[in-house]
């Protein structure tokens, strides 16, 4: 079993749409988790970052964090053509290393 | 303020040969991470620098190698180079260990012919 699994899309929305990007992962010993947003051809940036349980709302990003279910979201909304890109989530272990284990990529296309 | 830079941002080897990739990190961020994004296989862990040191490798070849400089700058170097190493190579850095967001550079792409 893979330690993230993401849905790798493409998923076409239109413009104005809520978005749903999630991941699930394998061990419960993860407790930080990360959202990225890649364009093509550039670095990932770090969109969402949390620890707990729960829900992070930053502009009109929501991140969601379900640790009983091992179930991570992100949300957009009203989302924008230039929200189109590939969006990673990344999840690491607590302790002193700090390596992230990246799921696929969900590639997010926003029509105008 | 400067981001994470990295340079050459493409390189077009031949098999066998090696391969050099460097990476400044942002001004007061002491550790680098290495990481391979190949296609179809997505972003995966290759190297940890901190304050000089190794401190953890992913699962890849000891022909992954590399080294960080006493400002924190870091390097890659990939020996012996095969055609699967063709990928977008990325390295992040944060502040100082222990915090988890990374802030990546815009990737150097090898290509190996």
């Known amino acids: 079993q893979k330690e993230v699994e993401q849905d790798p899309g493409p998923l076409s929305v239109p413009e104005g749409a809520i978005v749903s990007l999630n991941c699930t992962y394998s061990?419960?010993?993860?407790?930080?988790f990360m959202w990225y947003r890649q364009y093509s051809r550039k670095g990932p940036e770090l969109l969402m970052y949390?620890?707990?349980?729960g829900n992070k709302e930053d502009g009109r990003f929501t991140a969601q964090v379900d640790k009983s279910s091992k179930y991570i979201s992100l949300f957009i909304r009203d989302s924008q053509p230039s929200d189109s890109a590939t969006y990673l989530c990344?999840?690491?272990?607590?302790?002193?290393?700090?390596?992230?284990?990246f799921g696929k990529g969900t590639k997010l296309s926003v029509k105008p | 303020e400067a981001g994470v830079t990295q340079s050459p941002t493409h390189l077009i080897k031949t098999r066998g040969q090696q391969a050099t990739l460097r990476c400044s990190p942002i001004?007061?961020?002491?550790?680098v991470y290495w990481y391979q994004q190949a296609l179809g296989l997505g972003l995966q862990f290759l190297l940890w620098?901190?304050?000089?040191?190794?401190?953890n490798r992913g699962n890849f070849p000891p022909r992954f190698s590399g080294r960080q400089f006493p400002n924190y700058s870091s390097e890659l170097n990939v020996n012996a180079l095969e055609l699967e190493d063709s990928a977008l190579y990325l390295c992040?850095?944060?502040?100082?260990?222990?915090?988890?967001?990374?802030?990546f550079g815009p990737g150097t792409r090898l290509t190996v012919t």
């Open positions: 949390t620890y707990s349980s």
């Open positions: 992040a850095t944060v502040p100082w260990r222990g915090l988890r967001e990374q802030y």
């Open positions: 061990n419960s010993a993860f407790q930080y």
């Open positions: 001004s007061g961020h002491t550790s």
């Open positions: 990344a999840i690491t272990y607590g302790g002193s290393q700090g390596n992230l284990i």
């Open positions: 620098y901190d304050e000089g040191e190794e401190r």
